[in-house]
């Protein structure tokens, strides 16, 4: 009886003790916050490599942490309804700083506004932990805005 207490309990100092760095840099958990919104330093609309313009505006970033790496996951919102093919394009990683830039397929013919909610696009990329071995801040940059997320 008492061995198994002793165990339970040492246990239990072990799983509290994870919780309590959560902000630091060798937790994984506690990798990038919260997105905020950052002013957009990509003024053109496409590169003649990839000529898809940027979504108008980036409404969310989030950044998950999995075995592997991470998630990148960006939520946009274009002009109307009916862009498609979305895609986040890499840029090379500057003074820490991991750039993706959020592009979309215009629709074909005219399309009306409706709803934001109908109009909105999420996609996502991974970044492997190697990746992310000298990334402070990751940027998803739209043709209006930029949302940023930092560890």
């Known amino acids: 009886m008492t061995k198994r207490m002793l165990a339970t309990l040492s246990v239990l100092l072990v799983l509290a003790a994870c919780g309590s760095g959560q902000r630091t840099w060798y937790n994984p958990?506690?990798?990038f916050g919260g997105?905020?919104?950052t002013e957009s330093l990509v003024q053109d609309v496409g590169t003649p490599q990839d000529p898809r313009p940027l979504v108008?505006?980036?409404l969310s970033l989030s950044v998950e942490p999995f075995d592997g790496?991470?998630?990148i996951r960006a939520t946009g919102l274009p002009q109307t309804q009916g862009f498609w093919a979305a895609e986040l394009i890499a840029e090379p990683v500057v003074d820490g700083r991991a750039?993706?830039?959020f592009v979309?397929?215009?629709p074909v013919e005219p399309m009306r506004?409706?709803?934001q909610p109908s109009r909105e696009i999420t996609v996502a990329t991974t970044l492997t932990n190697r990746d992310l071995e000298g990334i402070s801040e990751i940027?998803?940059?739209g043709a209006r805005n930029a949302r940023s997320s930092r560890r």
């Open 29 to 31: 958990f506690g990798w």
């Open 35 to 37: 997105s905020q919104e």
């Open 56 to 58: 108008d505006q980036v």
């Open 69 to 71: 790496g991470a998630i």
């Open 99 to 101: 750039r993706f830039r």
């Open 104 to 106: 979309v397929v215009p």
């Open 113 to 115: 506004v409706s709803t």
């Open 139 to 141: 940027i998803v940059t």
